[in-house]
């Protein structure tokens, strides 16, 4: 029936569609966690208001929420394409992973449309239409509205890194849900919802200051700037303790699940027990790889060559070398082929029930029936490895840079305070906590490029690799509209920061 | 309608609401460019359904040909 297809994919068209969907979620992610930060910032600030009942701090939330409605808005809708990318750049990814992929993202749009459409109405419209009660409550559902539809997202593709609650219906060519607890309840999404929203509050944080700090370097709003500075930096340091709580466990789950992809992060090639973290080439720190990834000093941790050639896990279980997981792979497909010709031409039961059964046993390997060279399995280690590092080292400064931030904003100690204030400190201190914020989002963009490099080649781990899950489609094409993609995206990432300045400048009408 | 009912104070907020923004006003404007940008001319002519122009009604066939050939 498709005899017709051109079935050698054009490496081009699966590197500008995976350069495609990079840009896209890299863009889509520069407004995702501001709008997580900021809706705590802005909850804690009408909180105050609502307590103390001061002119003071509703003038502040009202200036909050502005600076969080910008970003809001210039974030609206970004995401929808890469669905788009989905069904256009992805099909055989997109029908293969069925109703699986679909659902989360169904109740994401629901919730979103629903909760945040409504609360956000009454957030900027019903300051002097509803009760203060009830306006509090709003500015806090919008963003707990946000933070669910992250859920959602986070649920989706933590999927794709760890799929379960399915099974594969060779029938239909989809993944079917079999469990929707076990799919939005996956450890690996609670894992990862938890750190990608605490390191979120970091950048909301870290905006938060950066702005104040801007007031004080033009030695304007000094009420604002040092009260919500108090806020931000309070927000940033528990933010970045929770962050490097979560991402250790995180980092738990990928040793569990993907461990070619802690592999990566560290370069560990040849791994074994009592394994250091390190911190560059050269400089480690004693026995910490074996306790970030199994919170025990002396654990164990497979190299890249152990997951390659295969290798025995502490608990007895030995883990295929990846010849065999090929192997293995190349039954299932076989069998896959085989099951559809016997049904197709009527086969008897036992035939069908036999290829069914092969398929099957074999299909927890099913995507390395792809693989021609084992190597093609290990992700681009340089940069996960490096990506890992900005991500934990810009981490680690954030809670030193919170902590230094809030001391001072509370004039601690007293001693190093007595005749001085943060508003009037020399211009450098405010100019470093303004380079922090693009510091900020390149940490947590290197989370998602560890995240996202480290499972290659899987588009879903070990189902299907990306040259399988790509469209047949022209890649002078996909190229094309990646760089009609740069353009646009530039010029509206040009007009958001226009408009955020000149409202920054513009500042609270107190 | 009864001014004290839910529906009536539901359209009051958003009717006073959109009519007295400023701000809101830009951020709509762009909002409305980027959804025409996004649904009348990305997904019409940069986004088919590519499934659904090359499956000709057979989904799960075409994407069972795909992958079976290309493991080959």
């Known amino acids: 029936m498709f005899n017709n297809l051109l079935l050698d994919i054009d490496a081009g068209t699966i590197d500008w569609s995976r350069a ?146 399915c099974a594969f219906n060779p029938d239909t060519m989809r993944n079917e849900m079999v469990s929707f607890a076990e ?59 929770l962050a490097a709580a979560t991402g250790h466990k995180s980092a738990q789950d990928v040793a569990a699940v993907q461990p070619m992809k802690l592999a990566a992060m560290e370069a560990l090639y040849d791994g074994g027990n009592g394994i250091g973290l390190k911190v560059i080439e050269g400089i480690e720190v004693p026995n910490a790889l074996s306790f970030m990834a199994t919170n025990d000093f002396e654990g164990y941790v497979p190299g890249v060559n152990d997951i390659l050639n295969g290798y025995t896990k502490p608990d007895g279980q030995v883990e295929p070398s990846v010849e065999e997981k090929i192997e293995r792979g190349r039954q299932a497909i076989a069998a896959l082929a085989a099951y559809r010709k016997a049904k197709h031409e009527g086969a008897e039961d036992s035939t069908i029930n036999q290829q069914l059964s092969l398929l099957n046993e074999n299909m927890p390997y099913f995507g390395y029936g792809y693989i021609r060279n084992k190597e093609e399995v ?47 400190l020399p211009n450098w201190h405010y ?51 990646f760089f009609l993609f740069l353009i646009l995206f530039t010029t509206m990432l040009a007009v958001e920061i226009n408009i955020m300045l000149k409202q920054i400048k513009k500042g609270p009408q107190l | 309608m009864n001014k004290d009912s839910f529906l009536h104070k539901a359209f009051d907020l958003y009717y006073d609401g959109f009519r007295s923004m400023r701000l809101g006003k830009t951020l709509w404007a762009i909002i409305l460019i980027k959804l025409v940008i996004i649904f009348a001319i990305l997904k019409v002519f940069f986004f088919p359904n590519f499934l659904k122009e090359h499956a000709q009604g057979d989904e799960s066939g075409y994407v069972a040909n795909e992958l079976v050939e290309r493991a080959n």
């Open chain 1, 183 to 241: 799919v939005a309840l996956s450890p690996f999404a609670i894992s990862k919802f938890c750190h990608t929203v605490t390191s979120s509050w970091i950048i909301g944080a870290v905006f938060c200051v950066g702005v104040c700090s801007w007031y004080m370097l033009k030695r304007r709003e000094p009420r604002l700037s040092i009260e919500s500075m108090k806020i931000g930096a309070a927000v940033g340091l528990v933010a970045s303790l």
């Open chain 1, 20 to 165: 495609q969907f990079a840009l896209t979620a890299i863009y889509h992610w520069l407004f995702v966690p501001l709008t997580l930060g900021l809706a705590v910032i802005m909850g804690i600030v009408e909180t105050i208001y609502y307590r103390t009942k001061e002119q003071f701090w509703k003038d502040a939330a009202i200036f909050w929420q502005k600076l969080f409605g910008i970003n809001f808005a210039m974030g609206v809708a970004t995401g929808i394409i890469l669905e788009f990318e989905f069904g256009t750049n992805w099909s055989n990814y997109s029908w293969f992973v069925g109703d699986i992929f679909g659902a989360p993202l169904a109740v994401e749009g629901i919730v979103a449309f629903f909760m945040e459409s409504t609360f956000v109405a009454v957030m900027y419209f019903g300051w002097k239409k509803v009760s203060p009660g009830f306006h509090l409550a709003s500015t806090w559902l919008t963003g707990l509205g946000a933070t669910i539809s992250a859920w959602w997202i986070l649920v989706a593709n933590a999927w794709m890194q760890y799929p379960v609650g």
């Open chain 1, 378 to 424: 290990v992700p681009p280690i340089a940069v996960n490895f490096w990506a890992f590092r900005v991500m934990v080292g810009l981490g680690g400064l954030f809670i030193l840079f919170f902590a230094i931030v809030l001391a001072g904003a509370y004039g601690w100690p007293k001693a190093l305070w007595r005749d001085r204030s943060i508003t009037g």
């Open chain 1, 431 to 481: 100019w470093i906590a303004i380079a922090l914020i693009p510091l900020a989002y390149i940490a947590s963009e290197s989370g998602w490029l560890v995240a996202e490099f480290g499972r290659q080649p899987w588009t879903i781990q070990d189902m299907l690799p990306t040259w399988a899950a790509v469209s047949d489609l022209q890649s002078s094409s996909v190229m094309i509209t």
